[in-house]
Every structure is written in structure tokens, then in C-alpha cells.
């Protein structure tokens, strides 16, 4: 048989993937993009899908010779301008149904051209996120992968012309057990390039991460600045926010600058979510932002804010669309936000995996503040380094993204994960990890009740400034009794948020409500919660489980249909349910939400 290269070598080698799983795209190679101009590659791409990897067998990077006609010499199996024609960003589950269900390798290819503007520039390609290893390719070469489906992540493009380059983006959604999230979870993997995928052009030396927040230490006269340069080099950064009268030059010593200056700005805050322009320049580089400055604390049982007393009247949102996937739309970002303004909500849980980094622009802009949380989710492996050292790269790159971002006061190290020492000591690390990499936020998880003392109890509490609890009291647990017993018997010593309570409703389905499934269930199990939280003063915020019904393989009782229906809204995103207008009486009415600012 006639084949380039070392086909028959090539099927029976197992170990194809071994030159390709390197990793090497993770959070050192990020580049602050706040300001920067981006050449965007968004658009018209080629897509094939391949379920046995053979693009990896077969090396379909690598440049093949055409014969004269512009045919190939071989029987090639792929060819990069063939792929069907898909619009990135996009998830590939809705370009047809034939992928809905397709979890395997995903190739995309295209071609663009990128003159070089100036000498030693460097040029990196970013790409928003990819779910959930993606491996890319320019020119035939291979410049590496990166593993985590909901982060950005960047590649230096060497190698390039200024005419005609061919990128070639393999991304893989296959479930596994050593991933972050692993094989099960209670949502829809959907596959493919789904975030903005853009180009960006930096001087030789660079700005990586530019961090601006209130100083912590509660005395609100003080900003905290870092910055942390591409190459280790001495001289100064100037920071620039003219709104406060400020142009300061910050000392960099072998690449990292950090200054404390001294600046009273007006406090973000949900009524009044005041953000400030700012700049940072060094040498030839330049980065803006636009921040917000606020403190967020806890003492004792309380969350405070800015210094005061705050109840988080949150609710719960995936990224999920019936007709764009995990894909974002601005449509669903306003439709977001108008029914969480309807609610009455100042707090919501981005589950369970970092969104997409217009929300917390938006939440910054529309004084709502954010619990972001990566998807170490039920039974991972925590006892595999591997699954942790993704772990951990998937929180730093969320941290080093929404780093910025006042309304993120939250960052959520997992969800509903068992109490065993390998799961203790994995979170724990992520946790110190989170506080080495942001002092100014609150570490949380998602914790689980102690069903068989029926209280608040979890080991890694401890490592926690506030407790999620995740209780499905009047659904898995059917007897509401048992929310006043689990009241009783806990005693937490620091705040708590009901980060999930719920009950599945199939929309237009009515009855008795005593019937599962129906509206008017969904409606009394908000009312006993409600009942119940509004009197505990431990308990300082809740997001109950959640706006929107959602794609979910796991469901498909006759009311479920492969949809989680614990929605307020159907998935139509527009029929609200009854609990809808519960939750937002509670939320609209300070009395009773027993706090009244926020
Ligand atoms: C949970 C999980 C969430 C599920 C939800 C449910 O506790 O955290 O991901 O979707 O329950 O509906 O069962």
C-alpha cells in the first residue's frame, strides 16, 4: 500500500498521543489582555470530526506535497480546506444533529495572514476556552496543548509568515476519570472552540499580570498594585487612574513590581458599582483596565462588605443554551441579567466551571456580585497529581483572568465532593493556593450535609472562609423535617451559604403540591427554605439551584427529557414557573430577607 510516512507503524502504535500530551499551555504563559488590540480569528473555520484519532496517528499536521494538478500524491484521509465550513466560536454539538452526541477529537483549521508590524515583537494566540484538551498546530508544526475546558490560554505563534499561515486546532471532549470535571457529572459536555479564539501582538518585554485592588486591611485609604513583567527586569511601570489624581511610578525588580499607594476612591459597591480607568505602561508596553475597588471580609458568622453586613440574595446559572451549547450570546448575557434584576438578586454562583469572562465585566458594570468556582466537582481523582496539577493551573488561570473583576468575591474550590483524606488535603491545597494568588477574596466550596448526623460538618471548613452547603431538603430529602433538625444540630463557627437547595418542575405541568414534578411542588419546597434560611443568622446568602432547566443526559424521566428541571425558567429561557415569583417576593422584600442593604 502506498502511504506517506510510517502507516503501517502508525496503526499499531498505542501510544500515538505521547508527543502531543505536553501540556506546556498553561498559566505561565499568560499575558494580561486588558486594552491590548486583538486581531480576532473568530469566524469561518474547517471542522472534522475524528472518533479514533487518527489525526494524531496520522500526523495530519504535517504538510503533505501536492502534486502538480493541486492533487495529492496519496490517498490522504484529510485534507484541511474539506473540513465542513463551522462558524468559531461555536460548540460543534449544534452545527448538526448528527454531533450532538459526539465526544472524541474535534479538528478545526484556517488560514489567515499576520504581517509583522515591528522588530522583536512577539505574537500570541489566545484562545478563550476549548473544552477540553486542545492541542495546536501552526504551519505543520506542533506548538503545544492545554487541558482544562473553560479557561484561557495562550501560545507564542513562532514560525509564522506574514502571508498565509495554517492553524490547526485539534480539541478533544472525551469524559475521563483523571479530568477536572471527570467522567459524571450532572450537565452536558459539550466539545469544541467555544470562546473568542484572537491574536495579540506585545513588545519583546511584556506585562503578564497587572493586579489593582483596595489594600487589604479595612482602612479603605489605600490601593494595592502588582505587576509582574514577561522577562526579570529592573526599572519602573507607571500606573496611571486619572479619575483619582494618580500617576505613580511602581520600582520593577526582576520583573515584579508591587507598591502600595496611598488613594480614597469611592467604594464599589452593589448600589453604586463605581469603576475607575486605569492604565499600566512599561517601556513600550501598555495594558487598561477598567476596576473596581471594594472589600470583601469575614467576621464571625457575617460577610462584609466594604466594612457592612451583606446577605447574598443569590441565585445559580450554568452556561448552557438549547441552540448555542456552552457558547455565550450577548442576547443571553442581557436575558441573564434582566431575570436576575427581576429576582432581585445582588449575588450569583457561576457554576460550576469558570463562565465566560463577560459575565463578570457585565456583574462589574450592573453591581452584582459573583461566586466563580472551577469544576472539581463530585468524585474526581483526587489522589492522582495529575488531576491536581490541572486543578490547580484551571483556578490560577480563572484567578489570573477575573483578578480584576471588584463583583468576583468568591472563588469556589469545588463542588459536593466526599469527606476522605486524599479529597481534604487536594482542596485544601487548592484553597492556600487561591489566598497565595488573591488575598482579596473569600475561598469557599460547595460542601456536603452529614447525612448521618444530619448537620453542617465537613473537615475541609476549616480550610474555608464561608461554607457552601449544597441540601436538597423537600426533593432527595423528602421530609422537610429534616431542615429544622439539620438546623438544630449545626453550629458553624463561620458564615454559611445555602449554595443549592431546589426541586425539579416540568413547566405548564400543575397539580397537587404534594406531586413531584409539578410547579406548585417546586413553589412549596421555595416557601419551607425560604421559611426556614430567613431565620438563621449564620446562614448569610443562598443561591438556590437555579435559573435556568439545562441540558443533562442524566435526567430523562418523562418530565426531564434530558433536562435538569430545577429551573425558575424552563429552557426556553422565557416560561417562569411559579417559584420564580416566590423567590423574587422574598428577594424584593428587605423584612423579610431579614438584611436590607446590598
Ligand atoms: C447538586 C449538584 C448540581 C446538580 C444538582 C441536582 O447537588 O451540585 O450540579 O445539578 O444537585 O439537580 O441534583
Redesign the pocket.
Known sequence: MRQEGNFTESIHNEDYMRPYDTRNLDNRGFVFTGGRKTESLNGEWHFVPDLYDVGFRDSWHRKRTLKDDGFPAEPWDYHPEEGRPVTVPGCWNVIDPVFFHFEGTGWYSRRFSCPKQSEGERIFLRIGAANYDTKVYLNGGFLGSHVGGSTPFFAELTGLRDEENELLIAVNNVRTGDRVPMRN???FNWGGLYRDVSILRVPAVFIRDFRLSLAPGGGYDALAVRCVLSEPVNGAAVLSIPDLDIKTEIPVKDGLGELIIPAQPTLWEPENPRLYEVSLTYGGDRVEDLVGFRDIRVEGRQILLNGREIFLRGISVHEDDARNGKMLTEEDLDRRFRHARELGVNFMRL??YPHDERVARRADREGILLWEEIPV?WAIDFANPVTYSDAENQLTELILRDGNRASVIIWSVG??NQDTDERLSFMSRLADRARELDGTRLITA?CLVNHEKNRIEDRLAACLDVIGL?E?VG??VPDFAELEALVRNSNPDRPVIIS?F?A?AEAGFHGEDNRMFTEEYQDLVYARQIETIARLEYIRGMTP??LYDFT?PRRQNRHQRGY?R?GLIAEDKETKKLAFKRLAEFYHTPAKNNLSRG
Open positions: 457529572t450532572d450537565w457554576a460550576h466537582y463542588n459536593e460547595a449544597n436538597y426533593w432527595y443549592e431546589g425539579g439551584w437555579i443533562c435538569n430545577k
